[in-house]
């Protein structure tokens, strides 16, 4: 992309590198209350830079439907039901997110430095970008609209417990619960516990077990009398 450093485009992450001043949080904290003005902004920019000869919209619009269409939770499945099929590879998946996920064919954009959190019977994993919304692009696809919005952001460090249990999600009191804060050169995707009853399972059936949510951490895999 050719935005350079003095566009305040959110998304892009080139604006901060999450220090976590006050400063800072407060400087960026002004878009959540005008987030229709932002919008805005990004169409005014998209049509001065077209009017420009900078940017192609094509080629913008091809980026997001990629992201939209073909990047989703899908790839972050299949990395979960290879780690739970093959300790070689969630030995891979422990000590090198980046490259492990890489040799599945899922690179790119805000995925360039992964880390993969396991959850175990003591240790439930959440993820969240305290300061905007950093978020594994290349296994997940585009975040939910819950995962940008303040209230997630904020009351995911304070109160977990509270925030999993909206989700519908009630851990048990002696489960502790550790909350990643993504960076733009660190992104977190949560190895759900493999669930019991799918010793039989091959792959491509446990990959269905795995929500978008679960490698987030605001769930658990699915067991496998729900998909009956
Ligand atoms: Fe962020």
């Known amino acids: 992309m050719l935005l350079g450093e003095d566009f305040d485009l959110h998304e892009e992450h080139r604006d901060h590198n999450h220090i976590h001043s006050h400063d800072h949080h407060d400087d960026h904290h002004h878009h959540d209350n005008h987030y229709s003005d932002m919008q805005a902004r990004v ?3 998209e049509t001065l830079l077209t009017e420009k000869g900078l940017i192609e919209p094509a080629a913008i619009d091809a980026i997001v439907e990629t992201y939209e269409t073909k990047v989703g939770p899908r790839n972050g ?3 979960v039901a290879k780690a739970w099929s093959n300790a ?3 030995d891979w998946l422990k000590r090198d997110a980046t490259a492990a996920i890489a040799s599945l064919g899922f690179t790119g954009r805000q995925g360039e430095h992964m880390r993969a959190v396991f959850n175990t019977s003591e240790t439930h994993n959440l993820v969240v970008c305290t300061l905007c919304s950093c978020y594994p692009w290349s296994v997940l696809g585009l975040p ?3 995962y940008k919005a303040p209230a997630y952001r904020s009351r995911a460090v304070i ?3 509270g925030v ?3 989700f519908g999600l009630t851990l048990p009191e002696e489960k502790k619960i550790r909350v990643w804060d993504s960076t733009a050169e660190l992104r977190y995707l949560v190895i759900p516990e493999r669930p019991a009853g799918t010793e039989e399972m091959d792959e491509a059936a446990l990959a269905g077990l795995v929500s978008r949510d679960a490698m ?4 658990i895999a ?3 009398e729900a998909l009956r």
């Open 144 to 146: 939910p609209v819950w």
């Open 216 to 219: 987030i951490g605001t769930a």
């Open 159 to 161: 109160d977990p417990r």
């Open 77 to 79: 499945a299949h990395v």
């Open 43 to 45: 169409k005014a920019l």
């Open 164 to 166: 999993l249990a909206e």
């Open 88 to 90: 070689d590879f969630a």
């Open 222 to 224: 699915g067991s496998p």
